[in-house]
């Protein structure tokens, strides 16, 4: 079992940066693939970014590479996620995920077996 604590949402303007962080509960973290998720107002769940259990491996969507990075620190439990040059669009809640398949990237949501209970990110234009 793995509960998972999203922090560091709020209110930016464009262009802006924020930094999100996902703290795990457990003593086996590092057994985990962990991604970042995010659900716009009616829309789908969508895969942000996601990071294998060694950290060996990334992913990121189109929309959001080269300006988001995904980082873990095995050793604190935690999982971050960097925001940098956002925009409206990337106004959405954001959720943290875990999958114990550690050493595989999952982009679809109900792949993954454990959820945060998401942060608000909202970005002005």
């Known amino acids: 079992q793995v509960k998972l604590v999203e922090s560091g949402g709020g209110l930016v303007q464009a262009g802006g940066s924020l930094s999100l962080s996902c703290a795990a509960s457990?003593?086996?973290?590092?057994?985990?693939?962990m991604a970042w998720f995010r659900q716009a107002p009616g829309k789908e769940r969508v895969i942000v970014a996601a990071?294998?259990?060694?950290?060996?491996?990334?992913f990121y969507s189109d929309s959001v590479k080269g300006r988001f990075t995904i980082s873990r620190d095995n050793a604190k439990n935690t999982l971050s996620l960097q925001m940098n040059s956002l925009k409206p669009e990337d106004t959405a809640v954001y959720y943290c995920?875990?999958?114990?398949?550690?050493?595989?990237?999952?982009?679809?949501?109900?792949?993954?077996?454990?959820w945060g209970q998401g942060t608000q990110v909202t970005v002005s234009s």
């Open positions: 995920a875990a999958d114990s398949t550690g050493w595989k990237i999952r982009v679809i949501y109900s792949e993954y077996e454990y």
């Open positions: 457990g003593r086996t973290f590092s057994t985990y693939s």
């Open positions: 990071m294998t259990g060694s950290g060996s491996r990334t």
